[in-house]
């Protein structure tokens, strides 16, 4: 891992809109730690004036919830909003000049009419961000003023077959792409629907949203296609088990012909350079959501290659550190140019 | 066990009055396979309209949940609604001549300044029903037409001390009782609290109502004494835990003087004889959740013993069945006379 | 639900071999309940000498296991024995003329070789019982003397598909099935493995035995081919998550030609006709393991279906119940004419 | 919390004995995170040969443990062993003039016969190490060369009471203390016993140890008297619930006198001054366990108090951090005058 010892010296002062929610919450941990941040304000809606340590004692923070309205003080803005508010909220800050990372879905999608079709939101315009995923786009992330930060599934499923996808290996074609990821219940947010409680979830597993979640279009897009016009068939089951964080995904792919293990070992070992991607870890064993959770790493393992050409690759993030609150951060690291791993050493 | 033969062919028929909660539910499965019943009615408020396989799929039962508005055609009512609830509710129904049981608060407290005090509410009148504790109060509970079902924390404390004060014990004398117990979250109802979702429950431990909980003045009254004037020191902590199902209480007990462990066992298994109290074991090993969880037993061990009086006492009950509808059936039994453990086999 | 009154007041003796195991303590208590059974001997080879309330205080049962070495006094055995053990034991039992269901996976297969391959076990014979999945095989299941029960993953899958592979629908043709399947970690047997201890599999999900799990071939066979020889393409992804029971699958399936998902239910409803399969549940709504623990159901919801072909299958059991024991006493009851149902309410 | 900049730039070299467990992997992951440390050698006798990324891919962590003999080449040994082996060992060390942190109980007491009854080992002589319990001994720590690291329960029972005993309260009087503490399943190690298998302990509770815990005699040292002399009655009972880390205690103390709740407030406040214990917090709301799990905070909260004396204390910890490897740090950072909370702000 990283040193401990910041690569720049520079603080940076911080702001969070949408504090109050799990990925808020560890974004502020994240940020009260990190060696070139001063947090400044966090602002929420419903917990106004309510104290962090109040919602979140683990935290230890005294700062106020605070209403957001339009303030620019800050250099940096993290939004951590339900899909659809930030549409307003963003261009104002980018105009402003500020550095912006936006964790919901309302940059991700360059279709307006695949956007409005996943989402059930209008959009009036095709306003989109910089993709905030720094394994594949990292010279734009470096360059960008305002990211999109990835969705919990979709980081978790594309990082895990994006190799396949590589320009550079000719001769692999992906005919078609099964997932079926579980995630950790905390990916719903802080929620008091009757479903996510303790005696609902308890030993228990649910899927939903099967072939229509929202990533769906975020992940096409993502490998070179597109959800309405895709070059390879693609289903999607998300389920929740019982479980706080993690997502684990099952990625069944079909190629048009066979290749065995060993040479996708070093096809996924020559993607991902171990020093330029320091949060992916190909690995030889079974990954386990227990060896990511708490830490930034998206593991992936190679679980299984057969004759006909199905592989069967395994892939494992914390939704709330690299699915989202240390992606984004990881993003921000590389837009400030203050050393990717900053902070992110657990 | 006992058999699965009934011991009569009489059937009544049976309603339920608040039926779409858990413990509602856990009810109409117990009622839905007892032999001498017919399951009439599911009266519920705010899920009138719909089927109970829609929020129990568990249960395979297609009947509708309706709004219960005075109805009498029914021979038996259970009422298992918040508390509060069943005050105007049961009166009629016993004047109609009906067998009710309320697994409410409502009936439990001969006084009613301390039911205002503890849970909060108005009550008029000191209308008080048969405490339908069958281990104590069998007699009473096969004459009586009107049962209150004790409640989950009150069971299995009470059961836990009642040997030491049985008056045939003239030498024991308690000087004070700390009882610390673990509850399932499903005690706290069909919810949707945030405070109780998955995301904060799990790989978690919570006191709540430490000294003021409702089942205080419930449990004094039952060993004879009583909150407002006790005759001995009483503590209480209920906490919830990471589980469903089930009660877990630590009985701390402190006596005038010692009593080693043989004895207090003798005189467990002299008050609680196997035959006459089906649902009590006394237990020479450790009690767990676990061997009582989808079962009526109450079981109890007694754990330590000291040189100075101090003993600890444990029990476990399934907070659903032996806490709430296991004991409601098990009461019917024993006011219709249809064998006391009929149904209550699993 | 079926009606609790036994359809035949015969009563048989049954004795479990390998009754200790959590497969053998689930039977145990579906014997000791059921109407028809005398449960006479419980064997057990690590355990023996210890009574069944020492390991399993939830059964209130005080019979002692004992090692078995060759008695035949009852009329039915039931062997819940790991891989491998029945493989001698079971012919004397069907040569003394009695009534044998085998839990393990020794008399599944018809191929010695696959049955080597995937169990890594010699098999000097072919031999080979009667299938006891009741849904597909009711007749044969009938008339025999001796069953081969099936797999908890095996069950789960089979239900799913099996209507697609009915010889009544022509023009449907399956050319890919990838699974996933979560079970609950009592699958895994009464265990002392570190991997499978409360400290490493709370909050966890892991993947294992991809593409290799000995449950492949059993299902191949049941399809109508061969693991060896496929007629479409299979890939099976077992996981273990921190639940205990619970078999919850996700079927990818991919036909020939496009099937709606309507046209589809119509197919599932009429190849499940709700009288003749009494567990199986062909559902509208989302099912989750909630839904079906504890009782001998099959749950199966049709989720997606593309314009390409591609369909998404759900389904959930117990696997303790209608995966293993639950599936095999209404084996037992099929063989003895008991009625399908009897005992299996709950 | 305190900064991330160092109060140091001096890197000590740092081994550990007994890597393998939980709380030397915790121990692990600080000591990889500590900006004054140099992890050197990590020592495990039966995982020698592995690497902990074998064990812990949590820990991305290359070194291979190895079978200690003997060496002596680092400033700092940390001894994670069960209880018993650190006796031999930790002498050439203290004489070999290393600073020594031993986590296990070989050194807490006093007085052998204790040492003798409660952890059914003989030991020769009366070797007792300075009690690293940095809030009640800071002073002595600062100076030791050799720490005995305190026991999980022991923390949180300790730190909830130790206000009620200072010496400054002349006052106050314990006339009596009954425990009961819930501790996660980690607190039992890296196991392979059935027992603690996730089929045993998801939603159980289980009380083990009532009365004889090994704890007792430290618990009752630390706050000046003895287990076998006892200037109070005191009571333990140690649970394990369904959960991997936290102990959760429940303090019933009894006073000669009655004190009211904001009294013991001041007195608490007092007696843990912000500044000078920096992990101990005081909390006006209940505390959980979820607000401590993965920090070095020690929670407290004064739940409820009575006219007659009886005191409710409710106490959170990390039992592997503040618990165990947590704790042993921040006597690391005393003894080398590191900054108390270095490496500790998660």
Redesign the interface.
């Known amino acids: 891992?990283a040193a401990?010892?910041p690569e720049s010296s520079t603080k940076y002062s911080v702001s969070i809109i949408g504090a109050s929610g799990?990925s808020g919450a560890e974004l502020t941990?994240l940020l009260?730690?990190h060696?070139n941040v001063e947090l400044q304000e966090l602002y929420a809606f419903s917990q106004a004036g309510k104290r962090v340590s109040?919602l979140y004692?683990?935290l230890?923070c005294d700062k106020l919830y605070k209403p957001y309205s339009g303030e620019t003080e800050s250099d940096v803005y993290f939004l951590a909003l339900p899909h659809g508010e930030a549409l307003q909220l963003v261009p104002p800050l980018v105009e402003a000049g500020k550095t912006v990372i936006d964790l919901s879905g309302d940059f991700r999608l360059k279709s307006v009419i695949e956007h409005e079709q996943f989402y059930k939101q209008t959009k009036s315009s095709d306003s989109v961000m910089t993709y905030g995923m720094a394994e594949l786009f990292r010279d734009e992330i470096i360059k960008a003023k305002a990211i999109s930060n990835p969705g919990c599934f979709a980081t978790s499923i594309i990082l895990g077959v994006a190799p396949l996808f590589s320009s550079n290996e000719g001769g692999i074609k992906v005919r078609?792409i099964?997932c079926?990821s579980?995630s950790?219940?905390?990916g719903?947010g802080?929620?008091?629907?009757?479903e996510?409680?303790?005696?609902?979830?308890?030993?228990?597993?649910?899927?939903?949203k099967?072939?229509?979640h929202q990533h769906i279009p975020e992940i096409m897009q993502a490998l070179g296609t597109s959800a309405s016009n895709p070059s390879f068939?693609f289903?999607f089951?998300p389920?929740i088990?019982?479980?706080?964080?993690?997502i684990?995904s099952?990625l069944?792919v079909?190629l048009e012909s066979s290749l065995d293990v060993e040479r996708i070992k070093v096809l996924y070992h020559r993607f991902y350079p171990k020093k330029r991607t320091p949060f992916v870890?190909v690995?030889d064993?079974?990954?386990?959501?227990?060896?990511?959770?708490?830490?930034n790493?998206c593991?992936i393992h190679i679980?299984?290659a057969?004759a006909?050409g199905?592989l069967?690759i395994?892939t494992?993030i914390d939704n709330l550190l690299k699915g989202a609150a240390g992606q984004a951060v990881q993003n921000m690291n590389l837009m400030l140019d203050l050393g990717e791993t900053t902070g992110l050493?657990?």
Chains 1, 2, 3, 4 share one sequence.
């Open positions: 891992m401990l010892v799990y941990r009260l730690l060696p109040e004692p683990l230890s078609a099964n079926t579980t950790g219940i905390s719903a802080r929620s008091s629907k009757t996510l409680s303790f005696s609902e979830m308890s030993e228990n597993v649910r899927a939903y099967v072939g229509v068939d289903t089951t389920m088990g019982s479980l706080v964080r993690g684990y099952i069944n079909q870890r690995r064993a079974m990954t386990e959501v227990r060896h990511v959770a708490h830490t790493f593991d679980a299984h057969t006909t199905s069967v395994v494992a050493s657990f």
